[in-house]
């Protein structure tokens, strides 16, 4: 299957500075991207799409100038998360998809684990 | 966002027993993904669904697509130690977006 790397693998900020973490689709072009949030023992939460060239569709109840989302080019997706929280500790997992043989699949990262401290 | 009724929340099962899982919506879905995912990395696409009463196995997994497209299954066969995890649902929403089940944790019992 298609593979899709992310940078960090883990990160550890103190509380207000920001953080940005990469979402790269190695051996396909993704024109969409997705960025996911997860908790504990909890289910993944979609926060946004984000679209290459184009602002990022946020799904209700997530900031969007918390949660800056930039799509510069068919392989990179990026998430900042401005002045940090402890509360925005969580597991950030971002998804690409890739059309294979005409049909739709989804890849995943392998997850960004922050914490603030 | 949409809501996926995913069932067992958890299960403990016995080394080579049968299990299954499966979620369930209110809303159409265009695609149905089942994932699994180990702890502290992200989910690994299992099986692909398409259509309406599609039936797709894997190895010893089995799943399929509701004739409503409200609905999938997942089957796991014989199952072995390495099977835990937690495993996850995903439908494709008006073709562009992807929402998750709460989750199945499978416990295998050597």
């Known amino acids: 299957g298609a593979v899709v790397s992310q940078h960090p693998s883990w990160v550890i900020c103190k509380s207000g500075t920001s953080v940005k973490i990469e979402c790269r689709s190695l051996d396909f072009q993704a024109t969409t991207m997705f960025w996911y949030r997860q908790f504990p023992k909890q289910s993944l939460m979609l926060m946004a799409t984000s679209n290459e060239g184009s602002k990022a569709t946020y799904e209700q109840g997530v900031e969007k100038d918390k949660f800056l989302i930039n799509h510069a080019s068919l392989t990179l997706s990026t998430l900042t998360v401005t002045s940090a929280h402890p509360e925005d500790s969580s597991f950030y997992i971002c998804s690409a998809g890739d059309s294979v043989g005409g049909s739709y699949e989804q890849y995943f990262g392998p997850g960004t684990r922050l914490t603030v401290t | 966002g949409q809501q996926l009724n995913q069932s067992p929340q958890s299960m403990f099962i016995q080394e080579g027993e049968d299990v299954s899982m499966n979620c369930t919506s209110s809303s159409i879905f265009n695609t149905w993904l089942w994932y699994k995912q180990d702890p502290g990395e992200g989910p690994v696409l299992l099986i692909a669904l398409y259509k309406a009463g599609e039936l797709t196995s894997n190895g010893r997994l089995t799943a399929q697509f509701g004739i409503t497209r409200k609905d999938s299954f997942l089957n796991i066969s014989a199952s072995i130690p390495s099977d835990v995890g937690i495993y996850f649902c995903?439908?494709?929403?008006?073709?562009?977006?992807?929402?998750f089940g709460s989750g199945t944790k499978l416990n295998v019992k050597p």
């Open positions: 995903a439908g494709l929403y008006n073709f562009n977006k992807f929402y």
